[in-house]
């Protein structure tokens, strides 16, 4: 017999919460009546039990379900729906970790270049790793290849695209990613560094085959993806026989599971290598406590699953590097846009003081 | 120029809701400070408006934005995220409405099937629906298929699969469907009814595929599907060309979307026939007004989109028939699960009583 293990906080009274946990277990597994089963063995092979409630806060408990692995079907969806199925829909519930038993954890593969696989990519080893965006949408391939052009020159690791640009008129998909890979690879050529370019990559399964061909053809070895944008079973099948390195954007992603646990845990364990998430201070209301939870969710060892790149970002400046670096350490790779783009004619200069800061923040870890 | 509208609920001081709502369209758009934009055609054309603002309770502001709907590049994950990407991540913002103009609503179709459709379908016209679950997961493809035949006998009109039943080893795909597709046959042979089974489909690309050729193949109309669980842009790739009637479930779509818009708007616009959600007194805490406004979205007339059939459910008991059609009336489905089959050696009576309740409850509409 196998089990995995789900962890929520629940909102409820004391007493009521022996009651809400026993009913969770039924609605996340046989989703009726015990009393209504006729076979013994379902109750006692596919029915979740209450492992453990412990009170974590005023009116909030910390409930651990174990749950049969058979019921996952060892695919994306059922492991979803186990975990958050309908529950999802219950507001005072969270999703706050979960705990996969070998058998079932040996069906993910998770990132597949990892932090190691990022490093060696960008030829980074000894500080974090730099990465802007090119913004805004409504610009073309063009302007967009301008941007990443100086971006490069300026020696910032990754170039991605803004989340938003997706496949739009005004910047095709193959139009945008030959003109900015070759505007890379001019600059490249310039500086003798390494910038790559990490175009999104969104759509339909069929819009996203199409785009990946054209992605191969065009030699790029990253791209940028947000799993629940396009479905994660599609997203956790897609890396299967990818060969690109792929960084995980948030979009979509706010549910009621604990950030940690969805962009740092889940999103690495379906494959992301580096995970962009909103850092505590910018435009989102991240914690503290909550970015580091997330970082070490991503980073942590876990049995033969690569460790994922944390990634805070959200309206960051230049100025905050060495606090972040700070925070954050070594295996880091920092995100700044808007307020490079904020520099207008000086867009070079500041992106080549970005990209010192980062060199110099490590000597003060 | 084209402008799509999305309405938000945001938690604000008086004093900060013109900044928020300006942060929200920059946010939603062009996510960069607006002054460090180069192109003034950009701010004119892709940076959200904000339309309106206006206070609906305590501290809650109802904030209109118009956005353009080229940044959607007309394309599901486009226009998820230009509604509900990154402020997704921002716990005091709620999606409640989207208005999109006919130039995007032409590129969805919505349900193929929708009301009409499914009436035709199951040859009822005068009467509310019937829908029940064979469950729990765990039981073999014998054991379902015994349990759908006594359900067809008894006259319900649609038996679904448990959402939870997915690809499990103990009920796989191909021998569960051709096991209760025969056995509903069978029912349909004896009682000279039309009872349909409608299978849950879920998986990745791959998997859908694959159990799509089956269930063809055994000659289904009528599937289960979860949008939020295979990703809404899979969903809406696949309902295209799949020639059944699709009934939506609400599992892993709880995330700050007005259950109204996800559930009834959103699945519907995406081509869910019915749409299944949790009924008010039941096992979630949906209110009767957010069930209403969910028929409501459901079932209005809303341009070429076809209407969508409303399917109360979770914990639903015989005894509550009456009250519900009162409360949805006539052209909704009545969804039954766990209370028929705690009737045990009675459950055929049960079923019986349950369609002759719904036939009954007409003449008191």
Known sequence: ???????????????????????LAIEQSIEMPPSAVRQPE?????????????????GIFRVVLRMATDTTAFQVPGLINVLFGNCSLQEDIELVDFHLPPSLLSAFSGPR???????????????PL?????????LSPTQLAELAYTFALGGIDIVKDDHGITNQHFAPFAHRVRAIMRAVAQANAETGLNTHYAPML??????????????????????????????LPVFHEMVEDLGMAVLGHPAFAGNRMAPALMLGKLFRLLGT?????????????????????LAQAAR????????????????MTVERVEEIVGFYGLDTMLLVGGNLLAAGDHLLERTQ??????????EKI
């Open 42 to 58: 379902i109750l006692r092979e596919i029915l979740a039990r209450v492992e453990s409630i412990a009170q974590v806060g005023e």
């Open 273 to 293: 290598d580096a995970t962009i998430f909103p850092n505590y201070g910018g435009r989102f209301a991240y914690s503290t406590q909550t970015c580091m939870d």
């Open 130 to 138: 730099t990465c802007t965006a090119l913004k805004p949408q409504g």
């Open 1 to 23: 017999m196998h089990w995995l293990e789900a962890t929520y906080h629940i909102q409820s009274n004391p007493g009521d919460i022996e009651a809400r946990a026993e009913a």
């Open 300 to 315: 942590a060892p876990w049995a033969h699953i690569h460790p994922s790149l944390p990634v805070p970002a959200g309206g």
């Open 353 to 362: 003081a970005f990209v010192q800061k980062v060199a110099a923040s490590v």
């Open 113 to 127: 270049f990892g932090i190691a696989g990022l490093r060696q990519l960008t030829n980074v080893h000894d500080r």
């Open 202 to 231: 969104a759509g339909s399964p069929r819009t996203l085959r199409d785009n990946l061909q054209i992605a191969r053809k065009e030699g790029v070895r990253m791209v940028l993806v947000a799993p629940m944008l396009i479905g």
